[in-house]
């Protein structure tokens, strides 16, 4: 009987124990909130709990693509991290449209990654395909630019996209800006020409796909705080991105890579051409700035995980060769921003992606490539269908 009482009496211990615990941990965690509040006047959430929030909410934007991977949630709209963001209708970054081209216009179809998309602008006018639009009907062209820009594509599904979609719009050209994301299945080892293994999976990661729930801890602002004191204020965006790869990427991409980047570019203008369209095929730069070197390699590790990212600008000039080269073959144009922009510090805001001065920047560089595209005669040089231009 004494082994049993003792062993209740144990039990009791133990749950008074949890119980005192839940209560305590409860009245900090409020007492916490409170004192916020009232230094705030809002009512306050952890960094963790506002970032899952935000980035979710930014997740409504995308959807998964039997044939793209991932792709634009038609007619959605998003603000998150101080920028807004949507698509119209028929799933492009640009105002909205019918899908039959007025007679008299003279649409412009943008194709490529994040950097088409202009994923840092603070909103959909400040990307540099719409300011592009702005300036080339500020001369005269009654011009429709259709960003077909999003996050993560290659050239793989710039080619999809351009089959399936983007010759409905009736294009009259089509310019096609692609290269760094290649990078990325170019440097998977053993490479892969269909882009299925070292891309396909990488994307959906990085667009959030994949994002796990909140542990309960995370919710709690005591133990934010108290974990701030102890190991310093954590980047929400690590929970995503993971921890920096080792720096043992490979030094050079294999030549069967550029055969592949060669062969999708060739087929995209292939394909342009076939619908009636002109191509001005861009080249890409990069920027390591000076102040943020360290955190520039590093983007560049987590986004491009097989190459060393020591290495990545000589390698996108590779990329940036066979673009130059594709355009010199024919029939298209060539914009090389990467040689003919002469480029700052401040034009991006990570080694990849335009700041508001390099959005105009390439704007202007862009629409002054596609004015001479256009012949002012009533048509479009290199002789692609006619377009009226009053």
């Known amino acids: 009987?004494?082994?049993?009482?003792?062993?209740?009496?144990?039990?009791?211990?133990?749950?008074?124990?949890?119980?005192?615990?839940?209560?305590?941990?409860?009245?900090?965690?409020?007492?916490?909130?409170?004192?916020?509040?009232?230094?705030?006047?809002t009512w306050p959430t952890t960094k963790a709990a506002k970032f899952d929030s935000e980035l979710r909410g930014l997740l409504e934007l995308y959807r998964r693509h039997p044939?793209?991977?991932?792709?634009?949630?038609?007619?959605?709209?998003?603000?998150?991290?101080?920028?807004?963001?949507?698509?119209?209708?028929?799933?492009?970054?640009?105002?909205?449209?019918?899908?039959?081209?007025?007679?008299?216009?003279?649409?412009?179809?943008?194709?490529?990654?994040?950097?088409?998309?202009?994923?840092?602008?603070?909103?959909?006018?400040?990307?540099?395909?719409?300011?592009?639009?702005?300036?080339?009907?500020g001369r005269g062209l009654e011009a429709e630019v259709f960003n077909a820009g999003f996050p993560g594509w290659t050239s793989l599904e710039n080619l999809v996209s351009l089959a399936i979609r983007d010759l409905d719009l009736e294009p009259d050209i089509v310019v096609l800006y692609q290269g760094i994301n290649d990078l990325q299945p170019a440097s998977h080892r053993p490479f892969d020409s269909q882009y299925e293994n070292g891309h396909a999976e990488e994307t959906v990661r990085a667009l959030g796909f994949e994002l796990q729930p909140l542990k309960w801890y995370e919710h709690s602002l005591f133990v934010e705080k108290a974990r701030e004191l102890v190991l310093g204020d954590r980047d929400p965006w690590?929970?995503?991105?993971?921890?920096?790869?080792?720096?043992?990427?490979?030094?050079?991409?294999?030549?069967?890579?550029?055969?592949?980047?060669?062969?999708?570019?060739?087929?995209?203008?292939?394909?342009?051409?076939?619908?009636?369209?002109?191509?001005?095929?861009?080249?890409?730069?990069?920027?390591?700035?000076?102040?943020?070197?360290?955190?520039?390699?590093?983007?560049?590790?987590?986004?491009?995980?097989?190459?060393?990212p020591m290495v990545v600008p000589a390698q996108l000039e590779r990329f940036n060769t066979v673009v130059r080269e594709r355009a010199i073959a024919g029939p298209a144009h060539l914009a090389d921003v990467a040689r003919d922009i002469a480029w700052k510090e401040g034009d991006f805001g990570d080694p990849m992606h335009f700041s508001p001065d390099g959005s105009a920047r390439m704007a202007s560089f862009m629409a002054d490539i596609i004015e001479r595209a256009v012949d002012r005669t009533g048509g479009i040089e290199g002789g692609s269908p006619r377009v009226a231009v009053e």
């Not at 949630?73 to 081209?101: C, D, T, V």
């Not at 390591?288 to 190459?307: E, N, P, Q, S, V």
Request: net charge positive; glycine share 10%.
């Open 238 to 308: 690590k929970r995503l991105q993971g921890a920096v790869p080792p720096n043992d990427g490979i030094l050079e991409l294999p030549t069967e890579a550029l055969e592949t980047f060669e062969r999708n570019v060739r087929s995209f203008v292939a394909v342009a051409v076939a619908g009636g369209a002109k191509v001005v095929l861009v080249t890409q730069p990069i920027q390591i700035r000076d102040a943020f070197a360290g955190a520039d390699h590093a983007y560049l590790a987590k986004w491009i995980l097989g190459l060393d």
């Open 1 to 41: 009987m004494g082994g049993k009482r003792t062993v209740a009496h144990r039990l009791r211990d133990v749950f008074i124990i949890m119980v005192s615990t839940i209560v305590l941990g409860t009245l900090v965690e409020v007492g916490t909130r409170i004192v916020i509040r009232i230094g705030s006047h």
């Open 67 to 137: 044939f793209l991977n991932t792709g634009p949630r038609e007619g959605m709209s998003a603000a998150a991290f101080g920028k807004q963001a949507s698509f119209n209708s028929l799933g492009y970054r640009s105002p909205e449209r019918q899908e039959r081209k007025s007679p008299g216009t003279i649409r412009i179809v943008c194709a490529g990654g994040s950097t088409t998309f202009d994923i840092l602008s603070v909103n959909d006018a400040q990307t540099w395909p719409w300011k592009m639009e702005e300036i080339l009907r």
